[in-house]
């Protein structure tokens, strides 16, 4: 095993206590003081605590990046996410955090904005050592994503949750899409529905195709003619969308809407009232969505509801897995969570 | 000036491309190349941008932490807000993220749900070289905060937004939160309410405090007796405030409900609906919220909006100032952005 020497020179503060002084003040060696900071076993646990307190008294800290050079380990996991407006990945990220605070880690959030290449730019970033792992919704299904293949052996242990890149060998956490939205689109039909909109944002990801193919096989079910018209392209911009969902319902006069994201409901909704339109007589709504005051809309808008901060927790439990080396568990490669179908006003008979 | 030097030995993986190397095959120098990834000016733009292109065509990642200890930057600002399920502030973190990602910062998260103690360790903590500054929404108010002044010298640049200690002495940036809770008091006064309710989360917060002050002089610009029975202490827990609103309404029946954090006016709107209570004709409801869909509530919910994307924009831009040694724009003490009052359904005559 060959050894590479860095030579690193830190400035000096004139005021700061270093392991040196330490460990004189403690007539202890500089390496069982150094030890105490490291999260081993090759040290009592009242020398340890002994230690530590006097750090405490002193003011001293270790310093973060030297020991990290010599641990290889920066204790910080990095989560990428499309967007923070929105409730699922909110609490999602609450819920990684929840864990990861439990490891005692750290957290890196990235933002994509939907932007393939911004999420290249921070997974090639973050592979010079700043982070241990990283638990990712991807955002460039549609792209060639093979950039994380040639990471190959070097590549850092990586999870996905919900949009994930199904020719990327690694864990994911997801939910049974398919058969929420067969039955968010049977739920609609059986309340008497019979032109039902389907409102996607990005239908090429394959959480749009799984979840577009349990709404056709519903429609199949019971008999109802497929019209790709009723697949709807939407945005995501307040504006845009407003202008997309009008022209629809003015158009194709649909009778139901079901919408892959809680945005275009409220699409929806917002269009309806400026059309006149009334939700549930005019038009029914469901929509997969994590907000908490659904029953507070007008109508209160029936969901299907994904266990949103379990999710990001499952997935920051699988890194660990990793990280942490546990093989049994680590087999793990796709957990499946269930969402909930919460029936409310806005698909009333 | 004293140098302390730090050995550090880190392994090196047969595969990986290292900075020897790369000189090597661009014909460079070790340290032209090393000037390369670091953001200085002292070498040629087209010979940067052979070095990248080639470290890109190997896959060589510079060290980050080596290169941080050679540089003592981690180029990382640090976020500790009290919680995260609150759409004030996860649109204040997009707001610093922005900001962050224009100048090139990555951001750690940190949530204390509200509690003092886990405030105190992650500034401990990040005190070791993890961030180079913090942006914070503090969560300790009511305790002794003189740790950050003991840090002295050593503190590391911080800016308060929101949520601030008055006795600390850095950047904030706050809202006009007297004035604002002045106006929505008197809005609820001005549509006839003389029983109005302030529902408060932590009201030993300088926050709390300003705003119950707002409601206080209101009242008594229109002669209304102020009666300490309606300043409500609530929770961050649903099942308690669901109680505590509740029995407000039983016991103290006030036609004007004013929340001072958008969960409250939620809680009231389901204590309402329970209760049978209708709003506006038997309670207005005003709250300060960042809901993006508070005109699709049942009834529309008149609110006082915070600019929470500023305001994280605005504290992550003080902090840059102050990593960037901007003097002159450093000397910016505090920034006071204006809410606005949006008049919906629920306070309606």
């Given at each position: 095993m060959l050894l590479e020497i860095y030579l690193c020179f830190t400035e000096l503060q004139m005021d700061r206590i270093n392991i040196k002084k330490l460990a004189e003040e403690l007539n202890l060696s500089k390496s069982t003081v150094s030890r105490?900071?490291?999260?081993?076993?090759?040290?009592?646990a009242d020398t340890k605590a002994r230690i530590l307190a006097k750090a405490k008294e002193l003011n001293y800290q270790p310093n973060h990046y030297a020991s990290n050079l010599r641990e290889?380990?920066?204790?910080t996991i990095a989560i990428i996410v499309p967007?923070?407006?929105n409730n699922y990945f909110s609490q999602a990220i609450h819920g990684i955090e929840r864990i990861a605070r439990e490891h005692n880690y750290h957290i890196l959030i990235y933002v994509t904005d939907d932007d393939y290449q911004k999420e290249v730019d921070f997974i090639r970033h973050l592979h010079?050592?700043?982070?241990d792992g990283i638990i990712m919704s991807a955002?460039?299904?549609?792209?060639?994503?093979s950039y994380l293949n040639k990471?190959?052996?070097?590549?850092?242990p990586l999870v996905f949750f919900d949009?994930?890149?199904?020719?990327i060998d690694v864990p994911r956490v997801v939910t049974n899409d398919y058969d929420s939205s067969f039955k968010a689109t049977e739920h609609l039909i059986l309340q008497g529905c019979e032109k039902i909109a389907y409102l996607v944002v990005?239908?090429?990801l394959s959480i749009g195709k799984t979840r577009m193919q349990g709404y056709i096989d519903a429609l199949e079910k019971y008999r109802i003619k497929f019209d790709d018209r009723y697949i709807v392209d939407c945005s995501n911009s307040y504006e845009e969308n407003d202008v997309i969902v009008k022209e629809v319902l003015k158009?194709?006069?649909?009778d139901g809407i079901f919408a892959s994201v809680e945005r275009l409901a409220f699409a929806t909704y917002y269009a309806c009232y400026d059309l006149k339109?009334?939700?549930?007589?005019d038009l029914k709504v469901i929509s997969f969505s994590s907000?908490?005051?659904?029953?507070?809309?007008?109508?209160s808008l029936t969901t299907i509801t994904q266990p949103a901060t379990d999710i990001g927790g499952q997935a920051a439990q699988l890194l660990f897995n990793l990280l942490e080396g546990e093989q049994v568990v680590s087999t793990i490669q796709e957990v499946v969570l269930k969402s909930k179908l919460f029936i409310r006003n806005s698909t009333n008979k």
């Open positions: 105490a900071f490291r999260d081993n076993d090759d040290i009592k290889q380990k920066s204790r967007e923070l407006a010079n050592g700043r982070a955002s460039g299904e549609a792209n060639n994503h990471l190959g052996g070097k590549r850092l949009r994930v890149y199904e020719d990005n239908k090429s158009d194709l006069k649909p339109l009334e939700i549930p007589k907000l908490e005051i659904a029953p507070l809309l007008n109508p």
